[in-house]
Nanobody, 127 residues
Framework: QVQLVTSGGGLVQAGGSLRLSCASS????????MGWFRQAPGKEREFVAA????????SYADSVKGRFTISRDNAKNTAYLQMNSLKPEDTAVYYC????????????????????WGQGSQVTVSS
């Protein structure tokens, strides 16, 4: 069983930066591909970024490409989402998610692919 704890959200002005962290329990974090999703009020949860368990392959939604960076530190059992040049439309609850992966280059953008979810972290960007 994997438990994910998200931290690092908050209130920031447009153009600012935040870094979200997703800490995982359990000894097999390096076997899991990780993803970040977000859900704004009144909208469905959407894909933001994903990373393979090896950390060598990443994928981003077009809306965040060039501004957000997903990374992971398998020695610390933690994944990160660095968010730069934040915009008011980035305001949402951000969730990290994990899925056991058989290949070091696999990543997943489909919300249904993930087995474990963090509790969510609020990110608010003011204009």
């Amino acid at each position: 069983q994997v438990q994910l704890v998200t931290s690092g959200g908050g209130l920031v002005q447009a153009g600012g930066s935040l870094r979200l962290s997703c800490a995982s329990s359990g000894p097999t974090f390096s076997s899991y591909a990780m993803g970040w999703f977000r859900q704004a009020p009144g909208k469905e949860r959407e894909f933001v970024a994903a990373i393979s368990w090896s950390g060598t392959v990443t994928s981003y939604a077009d809306s965040v490409k060039g501004r957000f960076t997903i990374s992971r530190d398998n020695a610390k059992n933690t994944a990160y989402l660095q968010m730069n040049s934040l915009k008011p439309e980035d305001t949402a609850v951000y969730y990290c998610a994990a899925v056991r992966s058989s290949g070091g280059s696999y990543y997943y953008t489909d919300i249904g692919a993930y087995d474990y979810w963090g509790q969510g972290s609020q990110v608010t960007v003011s204009s």
